[in-house]
C-alpha cells in the first residue's frame, strides 16, 4: 500500500533513479579501463542504460500522477534488481558499476525504514552478484568479497534506517505529550476557569432569586449569557487553531497573537483562598489585555490598604468593543467575594476592583 505520506518521497527516488542512469552511463563513457577505453561505450551497456533510462523515466510520470500502489513499489524494486544484475555481466570488471545499481536498489527499499524488506532485497543482491561472478567467464574468486561489502553495506543501510524510525518515533512521541501538556495547560487556566466562572455567576442568580430580587437575578443571567458567548467564540477558536483552519482576516490574527509587555506591582497578604482569586484575576486581566486589547503594556497594582484589597489593571490597548460589557469571568470571582468591580475606557482601559479582606 502506498501511503500519501510516501509519495513525495516515492518520486525524490524516481529522479535519483534517472539521475543514476545518465551518470552511470557517462562514468562507463569515460573510465579508461574498459572494453573500448576512454571516451567509448560498447553496444551493450549503451544499450542496458538506455532501457533503464527509459524505465525510470517511465516511473517517473507513474508516481507523478498518483498511479502507485503496493506492486509498483515491488516493481520498481524487481527492475532495479534486474538492471544492477544486468550491468553486473557487461560491466564486470575493476571498476564495474554494478556496486551503485545494487545498492540503489538496497537504499530505495531502506527509504521506508522497514527492516524486512531491507534484508530480503541484502539478500537477493547477493545472490544475484554471486550468481553474476558464477556464470561470467574470467571472472576469479577476486570479485567474491564484493558480495560480502554488499551485504555489509545492505547491513549498515537496514540497521541505520532501524535506528532513524525508532528516533522519529521518539521525537514524535515526545511532540505528542509536549501537546498535551499544553493543550491541558489551556483547558485548565482559561476554559475550566471559566466554566468556575459560570458555576460561580449561577450561585448567585440563586442566592438572588431567594432574596426576592429577581430583577438583579435578570440582569446577572444577561451579563452570564453575554460572558457564556464570548466563551464559546473563544473555544471555537481555539478548536480550529488545533484542526489548523484558517483563522480569519489579518487584523484578526494580529489581535489573537499580541504579545504586550507588562508591570506588576503587588503587596498584600491574606487567606490562601483569598489569594488564589486575586491571582486568577491577574492572569485573566493579563489575558483579556493580549486577547481583546492589542495593548503594548499593561500595569497590575495590587496593594491593600483599611481592610481591603485593591487591584488595578490598566492596559493601553483599545478596550473591549463593547463599552458595558464586563469581564465576566473576574466579575464572577468579584461577586463571590462579594467585592466592588468598576471599568472605565477612555483610550485606556482600567479596572478597578476592591476585595474585602475579611471575607475568606
Same mark, same amino acid.
Given at each position: 500500500?502506498?501511503?500519501?505520506?510516501?509519495? =513525495?518521497?516515492? @518520486?525524490?527516488?524516481?529522479?535519483?533513479?534517472?539521475?543514476?542512469?545518465?551518470?552511470?552511463?557517462?562514468?562507463?563513457?569515460?573510465?579508461?579501463?574498459?572494453?573500448?577505453?576512454?571516451?567509448?561505450?560498447?553496444?551493450?551497456?549503451?544499450?542496458?542504460?538506455?532501457? #533503464?533510462?527509459?524505465?525510470?523515466?517511465?516511473?517517473?510520470?507513474?508516481?507523478?500522477?498518483?498511479?502507485?500502489?503496493?506492486? @509498483?513499489?515491488?516493481?520498481?524494486?524487481?527492475?532495479?534488481?534486474?538492471?544492477?544484475?544486468?550491468?553486473?555481466?557487461?560491466?564486470?570488471?575493476?571498476?564495474?558499476?554494478?556496486?551503485?545499481?545494487?545498492?540503489?536498489?538496497?537504499?530505495? $527499499?531502506?527509504?521506508?525504514?522497514?527492516?524486512?524488506?531491507?534484508?530480503?532485497?541484502?539478500?537477493?543482491?547477493?545472490?544475484?552478484?554471486?550468481?553474476?561472478?558464477?556464470?561470467?567467464?574470467?571472472? $576469479?574468486?577476486?570479485?567474491?568479497?564484493?558480495?560480502?561489502?554488499?551485504?555489509?553495506?545492505?547491513?549498515?543501510?537496514?540497521?541505520?534506517?532501524?535506528?532513524?524510525?525508532?528516533?522519529?518515533?521518539?521525537?514524535?512521541?515526545?511532540?505528542?505529550?509536549?501537546?498535551?501538556?499544553?493543550?491541558?495547560?489551556?483547558?485548565?487556566?482559561?476554559?475550566?476557569?471559566? @466554566?468556575?466562572?459560570?458555576?460561580?455567576? @449561577?450561585?448567585?442568580?440563586?442566592?438572588?432569586?431567594?432574596?426576592?430580587?429577581?430583577?438583579?437575578?435578570?440582569?446577572?443571567?444577561?451579563?452570564?449569557?453575554?460572558?457564556?458567548?464570548?466563551?464559546?467564540?473563544?473555544?471555537?477558536?481555539?478548536?480550529?487553531?488545533?484542526?489548523? !483552519?484558517?483563522?480569519?482576516? $489579518?487584523?484578526?490574527?494580529?489581535?489573537?497573537?499580541? =504579545?504586550?509587555?507588562?508591570?506588576?506591582?503587588?503587596?498584600?497578604?491574606?487567606?490562601?483562598?483569598?489569594?488564589? #482569586?486575586?491571582?486568577?484575576?491577574?492572569?485573566?486581566?493579563?489575558?483579556?489585555?493580549?486577547?481583546?486589547?492589542?495593548?503594548?503594556?499593561?500595569?497590575?497594582?495590587?496593594?491593600?490598604?483599611?481592610?481591603?484589597?485593591?487591584?488595578? !489593571?490598566?492596559?493601553?490597548?483599545?478596550?473591549?468593543?463593547?463599552?458595558?460589557?464586563?469581564?465576566?469571568? !473576574?466579575?464572577?470571582?468579584?461577586?463571590?467575594?462579594?467585592?466592588?468591580?468598576?471599568?472605565?475606557?477612555?483610550?485606556?482601559?482600567?479596572?478597578?476592583?476592591?476585595?474585602?479582606?475579611?471575607?475568606?
Amino acid at each position: 500500500m502506498n501511503l500519501p505520506e510516501f509519495q =513525495d518521497l516515492d @518520486l525524490s527516488i524516481a529522479r535519483a533513479r534517472i539521475a543514476l542512469s545518465l551518470i552511470a552511463m557517462l562514468s562507463l563513457y569515460i573510465d579508461p579501463s574498459t572494453a573500448g577505453g576512454l571516451f567509448h561505450l560498447n553496444i551493450y551497456a549503451l544499450t542496458t542504460l538506455l532501457c #533503464h533510462l527509459a524505465y525510470s523515466v517511465g516511473m517517473y510520470f507513474a508516481l507523478s500522477r498518483r498511479l502507485a500502489d503496493g506492486n @509498483l513499489q515491488v516493481l520498481s524494486t524487481s527492475f532495479d534488481l534486474f538492471f544492477a544484475t544486468v550491468v553486473a555481466f557487461i560491466t564486470e570488471g575493476q571498476t564495474s558499476a554494478s556496486y551503485v545499481f545494487f545498492v540503489f536498489a538496497i537504499v530505495a $527499499t531502506g527509504s521506508r525504514a522497514k527492516s524486512r524488506p531491507i534484508v530480503t532485497v541484502t539478500l537477493l543482491s547477493v545472490a544475484l552478484y554471486l550468481l553474476v561472478i558464477v556464470l561470467t567467464r574470467g571472472i $576469479t574468486s577476486v570479485y567474491d568479497m564484493r558480495a560480502v561489502y554488499l551485504a555489509i553495506t545492505g547491513y549498515l543501510i537496514g540497521f541505520f534506517s532501524q535506528q532513524r524510525a525508532l528516533f522519529e518515533a521518539e521525537v514524535r512521541e515526545l511532540e505528542t505529550r509536549a501537546e498535551r501538556q499544553s493543550i491541558a495547560r489551556s483547558l485548565h487556566d482559561g476554559y475550566v476557569q471559566a @466554566l468556575a466562572g459560570v458555576n460561580l455567576r @449561577l450561585e448567585t442568580c440563586r442566592a438572588l432569586l431567594n432574596r426576592n430580587r429577581p430583577q438583579d437575578a435578570l440582569l446577572e443571567i444577561t451579563d452570564l449569557q453575554t460572558g457564556v458567548a464570548r466563551e464559546y467564540d473563544s473555544v471555537r477558536i481555539y478548536l480550529r487553531s488545533l484542526a489548523g !483552519i484558517d483563522q480569519g482576516s $489579518t487584523a484578526d490574527l494580529a489581535a489573537r497573537f499580541s =504579545d504586550p509587555n507588562f508591570e506588576v506591582l503587588a503587596a498584600f497578604s491574606g487567606r490562601s483562598l483569598l489569594g488564589e #482569586h486575586i491571582l486568577q484575576i491577574m492572569l485573566e486581566g493579563l489575558r483579556n489585555a493580549r486577547s481583546h486589547g492589542l495593548a503594548n503594556l499593561v500595569r497590575i497594582d495590587v496593594h491593600e490598604a483599611d481592610d481591603k484589597v485593591s487591584i488595578s !489593571i490598566e492596559d493601553d490597548g483599545v478596550g473591549l468593543s463593547d463599552s458595558s460589557s464586563r469581564p465576566w469571568a !473576574i466579575a464572577s470571582r468579584v461577586a463571590e467575594l462579594e467585592g466592588h468591580m468598576s471599568m472605565h475606557s477612555d483610550g485606556r482601559t482600567r479596572l478597578q476592583i476592591e476585595l474585602p479582606n475579611s471575607q475568606v
